[in-house]
């Protein structure tokens, strides 16, 4: 299999930006990843990954939506004319299936440099009802009998019950149905899920690109609003706008890049992806197997991961995660992140960009941002959330709602270039 390496990343700051547009965005997270690059343009681009899951709420624009958002740069000759682009959309997964195709380019042998780019805009001001629409077309709506009645005889199961009506989401609602479950199950308590929230939200008081840039103690998780029990409002993702990119070559070009590039560059040692269905509540998640496949491409073990992002669309999913990617033993993630293994100095820091809880959630663009920031460890330019020598990094992150567990599901796995 070929080498693939990121030599630029970038991800703009996660916040509600209503004055800047899908254009806008993409424009600033493009030349950022290609500064990053050190590359003056974007002529060596072979290949183009779009990602993108609620334009079409916007001006209808529903289809060729890279090409519209790149036509600017095309025509001041900032990004090569004739590039194709494939649109990608895989609900919160979206940016990361972008950095899977950008990746089976290189391993393709066809391709030497090809950009993965993600971007949204959640936040609609006037109409917030499209906002509801946004986040529903990543659910089933043709049988949605189907997921009605599993949700309701799970909730029994769950210990909660399953309820629908206005100021409710089924997502918020159904990620504590889960939390409960686990609460009942492995004995899994509040606070322990509001440690992993606290800790994220310190993270993202670090992190310049992070839409919530405060810190907050367990008890204050704890006391925010409640949305959903047991989960609170600060233990849930926000609702923001933002762009993320990566340029991803092959070994080839690599060996021609200064060395200043070089020592910069992030090794891609392995990119897998799962599928969701309705599993039974007892059952490991799509994202154990996505995770078993990227360990055996990348011939590594859990415990060689030294710093990760998961997809903490609430604070629950990071106690799940952290057990579905093999960090601790099943029905432990409670106990493991509130005796601080997933915050500095622990076995293996966990979303120390913020999570999404803290950082933000603009749903095309989070998986990009993940790696972004995992590159960003992996230089050992993370700042004052810098994880010590990290060499190893694994970001995973899901999308979609196929009853109690994501429609897909991407496992990525980096190592630095140069020691």
């Not at 629950?316 to 601790?328: D, I, K, P, R, S």
């Not at 920031?373 to 899901?398: K, S, Y």
Request: include cysteine; aromatic fraction near 8%; charge should be negative.
């Amino acid at each position: 299999m070929r080498d693939a390496y990121i030599i630029g990343s970038f991800s703009t700051r996660f916040q509600k930006w209503p004055d800047k547009s899908f254009k806008d965005l993409t424009r600033e997270a493009y030349l950022g990843a290609l500064a990053d690059a050190g590359m003056e343009n974007g002529d060596d681009i072979e290949f183009g990954w779009f990602g993108n899951c609620g334009m079409w709420l916007h001006n209808d624009q529903g289809s060729i939506r890279g090409q519209v958002c790149f036509t600017p740069l095309v025509n001041e000759g900032l990004f090569p004319a004739r590039v194709p682009m494939i649109n990608v959309e895989g609900a919160c997964a979206t940016a990361s299936m972008a950095l899977h195709g950008a990746w089976k380019d290189i391993l393709s042998g066809q391709t030497d440099v090809s950009l993965a780019l993600g971007v949204e805009k959640i936040w609609i001001p006037d109409e917030p009802e499209k906002i509801q629409r946004s986040f529903y077309a990543g659910i089933d709506n043709f049988d949605a009998d189907e997921w009605m009645e599993y949700y309701k005889a799970a909730g029994e199961e769950a210990g909660k019950e399953f309820e629908t009506g206005p100021n409710r989401t089924v997502f918020m609602d159904t990620y504590a149905m889960q939390a409960c479950y686990h609460m009942k199950k492995h004995g899994t308590t509040q606070r322990q899920i509001a440690a992993g929230a606290a800790k994220n939200h310190n993270y993202g008081a670090k992190n310049p690109n992070a839409q919530y840039q405060f810190e907050m103690s367990v008890d204050q998780v704890m006391q925010d609003r409640p949305v959903s029990y047991p989960l609170t409002r600060a233990m849930c993702s926000p609702i923001g706008d933002g762009a993320a990119a990566a340029v991803v070559v092959s070994e080839d070009y690599f060996q021609g890049l200064p060395q200043a590039v070089k020592d910069r560059a992030v090794k891609i040692r392995a990119n897998a992806l799962s599928g969701g269905k309705y599993k039974k509540l007892d059952e490991p998640s799509l994202s154990m197997t996505a995770a078993k496949k990227a360990y055996s491409m990348a011939d590594l073990k859990p415990d060689d991961i030294q710093v990760a992002e998961v997809h903490d669309a609430t604070s629950f999913c990071e106690v799940l995660q952290v057990e579905m990617m093999g960090f601790c033993d099943i029905g432990e993630g409670g106990r493991f992140i509130e005796a601080g293994e997933t915050g500095p100095g622990g076995k293996v820091p966990v979303n120390t960009s913020g999570g999404l809880v803290s950082k933000g959630h603009p749903v095309g663009a989070t998986g990009l941002s993940m790696i972004y920031e995992l590159t960003t460890q992996l230089r050992g330019e993370a700042g004052e959330r810098q994880v010590p020598d990290a060499r190893i990094a694994l970001a995973e992150n899901g999308g979609g709602v196929m009853g109690f567990e994501e429609a897909a599901c991407s496992v990525t796995i980096l190592e630095r270039a140069r020691d």
